[in-house]
């Protein structure tokens, strides 16, 4: 791909398909250790495809079917807000905002995630992430069901610069909660209608194209390209197709930002979590 360093590049298909051997060897019922490759086998990266990510298992298997009218977006909004599984199962469903005993609930837990690099829930006026993450949650309750009816109507554009501009949410998680709706068939919209790129993808893709300079719009366009290139150069790696589905945008946006990670990780870098395969579901 001429935008891309060859060698570079294919460094991403290695990663992908290695990662999907993984899911693929464990799932088959293999015994641990999944890989060779001391990164990916001592180190927790998310499933390449979005439907097996834990977290998004989640949401549509367990959280999903819990919710009637009205409560949908709100809670859809604080699952990502949060982005723990743990969190979300003592707190949600949610029919307003987030209750003030929020500490007591989550006392002893990690309550956010390490999965975006970023802080939503700061100049809220409180001095903790959870106090700011209840005055967050007092906009969510008035916005979000005002805007669910509307969901199926209004252009993706339009519903997507709302979310994003709530407090506690950004741009990035904006994006997640984007395609997250398209689990629950209101919107016209799917993971390859278009992509957020996250820091770590972006960062990716300058050391993949040798150029420090490549910026978010840069990389919409460079992702987009490796999402058309993706079936060919990973059937040339062996990758193994999860019921011979293609890899989404989304998951191309999420596989740069692992490899990023992974990189980092081999660099040694210590900012990362340990991989415990006895405490992690498949």
């Not at 307003?96 to 802080?119: E, F, H, M, V």
């Not at 252009?155 to 398209?182: H, Q, W």
């Not at 068939?185 to 150029?211: A, F, K, N």
Request: glycine share 6%; hydrophobic share 40%; charged share 20%.
């Amino acid at each position: 791909m001429a935008f891309l360093i060859e060698e570079r590049e294919a460094q991403l298909w290695s990663y992908l398909t290695e990662r999907q051997r993984i899911w693929d060897r464990r799932n088959r019922g293999l015994p641990w250790p999944w890989t060779l490759d001391n990164v990916l086998r001592d180190w927790q990266f998310p499933n390449v495809y979005r439907e097996l990510d834990l977290g998004t298992k989640y949401l549509r298997e367990e959280l999903l079917p819990k919710l009637g009218v009205g409560q949908l977006l709100l809670n859809m909004v604080a699952y990502r807000h949060f982005n723990t599984i743990l969190a979300a199962e003592r707190l949600l469903p949610l029919d307003g905002p987030l209750p003030n005993d929020l500490k007591t609930i989550l006392c002893g837990i990690q309550p956010y995630t390490q999965a975006y690099r970023t802080s939503p829930f700061v100049h809220l006026g409180a001095n903790t992430p959870l106090e700011n993450s209840i005055i967050a949650s007092h906009s969510w309750a008035e916005f979000c069901p005002k805007m669910e009816p509307y969901l199926g109507g209004e252009p993706m554009r339009e519903v997507y610069n709302a979310i994003k501009s709530l407090p506690g949410i950004g741009p990035f998680v904006g994006y997640v909660i984007a395609c997250d709706l398209t689990y629950t068939g209101l919107v016209d919209y799917t993971e390859d209608s278009d992509v957020y790129p996250g820091s770590g993808s972006v960062e990716c893709l300058q050391w993949m194209t040798g150029r420090s300079w490549v910026n978010r719009t840069d990389a919409k366009f460079l992702i987009h390209l490796l999402h058309r290139n993706a079936r060919e150069r990973l059937t040339a790696s062996g990758f193994p197709f999860y019921e011979d589905q293609d890899l989404s945008v989304r998951a191309i946006e999420d596989g740069l930002c692992e490899l990023h990670r992974y990189r980092a990780i081999k660099a040694g870098s210590t900012a990362a979590r340990r991989y415990y395969p006895q405490l992690l579901p498949l």
